[in-house]
């Protein structure tokens, strides 16, 4: 298993502003991903962190808006740039531990953008 | 995009009911998992079913997966108030998709 800390765990933030989120795990993983959940929906993959080279970003989403830092194996960022009311949702980290692709997801971190 | 279509998008049932999920899904998959969300916060795993399987049970969960129709069901017994939560089917393998989740609301 694995215990993921998020921070924050929620923000109000000014629309043209950038907020970034702190993903710290308990233990060395391979695979982070960063997930986003909109209002009443379900998760989108943003983006899978990897550690010491660009992360991979899903279709929709680009480095420019969500950069993320991958500095070592137990410790992600992931920015939300020059936000606005649609960025408003819950960010979450995931990991996945051993072999099952079993996800440890943090708590989440809710933006509220006005 | 998202793999798995559930449905309802929303059930609600007395405690001591039983609530039956189902999910759908479009592509070939080597597992199924089965997650609980709370109030907007972090998922918990609940449950994983591989595609060589068909029935897996855990506590007061049932899960079954039907591959040649690409369906899998999640069955909570005996209800409680406690297990009101949006339950979220995910496929499995390098990119985890979630399904768009069913809203379980149980009454005391």
């Known amino acids: 298993s694995a215990v993921i800390s998020q921070k924050p765990s929620r923000d109000i933030c000014q629309r043209g502003t950038s907020l970034t989120i702190q993903c710290q795990v308990d233990?060395?993983?391979?695979?982070m991903f960063w997930y986003r959940q909109q209002p009443g929906q379900s998760l989108t993959l943003i983006a899978t962190a990897n550690q010491g080279s660009e992360a991979t970003y899903e279709s929709g989403f680009v480095i420019d808006k969500f950069p993320i830092s991958r500095p070592n194996l137990t410790f992600s960022t992931l920015t939300v740039s020059n936000m606005s009311p649609e960025d408003s949702s819950i960010y979450l980290c995931?990991?996945?531990?051993?072999?099952?692709?079993?996800?440890?997801f943090g708590e989440g971190s809710r933006l509220t953008v006005l | 995009s998202q793999q798995g279509e559930e449905d309802p998008q929303a059930l609600s049932i007395q405690e001591g009911e039983n609530a039956t999920m189902n999910c759908s899904y479009k592509t070939s998959i080597n597992n199924l998992q089965w997650y609980r969300q709370n109030s907007g916060r972090g998922l918990v795993h609940l449950i994983l079913?591989?595609?060589?399987?068909r029935e897996k049970h855990s506590g007061r969960l049932r899960v079954t997966l039907d591959t040649s129709k690409k369906s899998s069901s999640l069955l909570i017994t005996a209800s409680r108030a406690a297990d009101t939560a949006s339950y979220f089917c995910a496929t499995g393998g390098f990119k985890t998709i979630f399904g768009a989740g069913t809203r379980l609301f149980v009454k005391a």
């Open positions: 995931s990991v996945v531990v051993g072999d099952t692709g079993e996800l440890f």
């Open positions: 079913i591989r595609s060589n399987e």
């Open positions: 233990s060395q993983v391979t695979m």
